[in-house]
């Protein structure tokens, strides 16, 4: 009796791995990221001219943004100070951040991207902050919005940045 048990617990959990397996493989060709999942290239949308102050995102959680090698995309958080827009990559020196985040070595290779905004597509590309004096502002500003604190000192996070456990990246134009 414990060895049906046992098997049918097994056959369940091999259909569930292959479920998964098929589901974010099948998310490579979806038209963008469902989520934190990481989704394909971006098939809708138009093309517009990015505009000169991004404040209009302010009140926004996330942005969807595609790399253009290889074609993939997925939503991140986001801060605009003084109408730039920057985005950010945590846990870089993470076990979980090293196979999570991806996208930033794609950058380093291409810094063209696509955002993707209520239907718009603005062609832009990233630029690495890392000893700019903006990065103490934009940081503190990150930590408010997404309640990063938490319990007991907050970190400097120019120094999160300058270590390399975040990459903090301003939104140009191409």
Do not use: C
């Not at 060709?29 to 949308?45: E, K, R």
């Not at 209009?56 to 730039?84: A, D, K, Y």
């Not at 603005?122 to 930590?143: C, G, N, P």
């Amino acid at each position: 009796m414990l060895k049906t048990i046992f098997r049918w617990f097994l056959l369940l959990l091999i259909a569930i791995a292959i479920g998964l397996a098929g589901f974010f493989f099948s998310m490579r060709f979806a038209d963008g990221p469902m989520g934190i999942v990481s989704g394909g290239a971006f098939s809708t949308g138009i093309t517009r001219a990015a505009p000169s102050d991004w404040s209009f995102l302010e009140g926004r959680e996330v942005v969807e943004f595609q790399t253009l090698f290889p074609e993939t995309s997925r939503t991140v958080w986001l801060v605009v100070l003084n109408g730039q827009l920057y985005l950010v990559s945590g846990y870089m020196k993470t076990s979980f951040g090293k196979v999570w985040k991806q996208w930033p070595h794609y950058i380093e290779t291409d810094d063209r991207i696509i955002l993707r905004i209520d239907g718009k597509l603005y062609e832009q590309r990233l630029q690495r902050l890392m000893t700019e004096k903006v990065i103490a502002s934009v940081m503190t500003k990150f930590s408010e919005k997404y309640n990063l604190s938490g319990p007991g000192p907050n970190p400097d996070g120019a120094a999160v940045v300058a270590s390399g456990n975040a990459w903090l990246y301003q939104v140009r134009n191409r």
